[in-house]
């Protein structure tokens, strides 16, 4: 029943293609907050090209970073409509959101995520467009059979360079091949507003998974020991709700150079925080991203190695001196000059234990950074 009322309502829509002044792009981008940071430079040089400039554009994203693109970027499209993974099971919910894309009714439609999951490829499949384009990316996400039937989705695979590029770069790559020229941003930024007061350390904690975070009692363990290696320097700590609920039990009163804003700052001012911060601490996450786009002058990041050379480590070409700890598997690997191994195990993934990371001499390490 569902599928036959889509039918006909894409056949209903296509009729309203004809005559109307401006054709209409639709961009699909639904992975996570990260994945936006290091793509949201892009759409500004998509809507700026001569080639779109009869264009109408449209976006359809994950409503994680709604807040993000409201505050930054609303001026891209005409409309956005949000995917709010959460709700996935909920079968009129999706419906409801392909009624949406239908309306729609775009001559173009742009899935430039690399590595397409399943609901990439459930709405590239179900969004009715003249024309569609993506990158051909990898099945890192859903297998190679998988992989190969969801390519004949697109009308156009974009080719792909490098086996392993960083993810801005390959970004750049996807939109450089669909307008044919060359394009110039050499890093991911984003805006923030000054705050006043006294300097301090920005500490994310968030992550979107416990394989990426320290468990509890290390966390705490970091915590107390980055505190007490100098009173007079403030930390301000920085995560979810999620972040504020694991931290109920810590004794703050005992560091008073740490302060936790966790589950306290909107996206917006978590990006002011981490903007203002003289250096920022993060695990692999959205907030080594924000901290690079705001051109935080010390950022460290904490890693079980997942993905590593796709988010992390960044490349000297953006960062020069970005300070990264990772599990031993990866840091003897290293030290030996075997960074090709290193590409070759974690590039597509990791669930390396991020505890094994020995405490004091990262302690040490970051200290030592932060003076240099």
Known sequence: MKSSLLLFLFKFVSIFR?????????????????????????????????????????????????????????????????????????????????????????????????????????????????KK??????DTNIGTDAKKRSDDF?????????????????????????????????????????????????????????????????????????????????????????????????PFSDFPNLENMCGKTSLVQLIDQIGNSTASICYDSSGVHIAVATGVDKVVCISNGNHYGRFIPYPKSIVENMLGFYPPEIKDELRKGRENLVLERYYTGASLDINTIPLQETINDIFDYLKS
């Open 18 to 130: 004809v005559g109307r002044k401006k054709q209409r792009l639709l961009v699909m981008k639904i992975d996570a907050i990260g994945d936006y940071i290091l793509f949201r430079n892009f759409l500004s040089v998509l809507k700026a090209d001569i080639a779109y400039k009869d264009y109408d554009f449209y976006i359809f994203g994950n409503i994680q970073w709604k807040e993000i693109y409201e505050a930054y970027d609303a001026d891209f499209a005409i409309k956005a409509i949000w995917f709010d993974r959460s709700r996935h099971k909920n079968h009129l919910y999706l419906f409801w959101l392909l009624i949406r894309l239908s309306l729609i009714s775009a001559d173009l439609f742009l899935q430039p995520t690399h590595s397409r999951d399943f609901w990439c490829d459930f709405f590239s499949r179900r969004t009715p467009a003249r």
């Open 133 to 138: 384009i993506s990158s051909f990316g990898d």
């Open 154 to 250: 697109f009308d156009v695979l974009l080719p792909v360079k490098f086996l392993y590029e960083f993810e801005f770069l390959r970004n750049r790559e996807f939109f450089s091949l669909l307008l044919e020229k060359e394009i110039k941003i050499s890093k991911p930024s984003i805006s923030f507003s000054k705050i006043d007061g006294k300097p301090y350390v920005s500490i994310f904690l968030g992550a979107s998974s416990s394989l990426k975070q320290f468990e509890k009692e290390k966390l705490f363990l970091f915590l107390k020991e980055l505190a007490s290696h100098d009173r007079n320097l403030k930390f301000v700590l920085l995560g979810s709700p999620k972040e504020k609920q694991m931290l109920e039990l810590f």
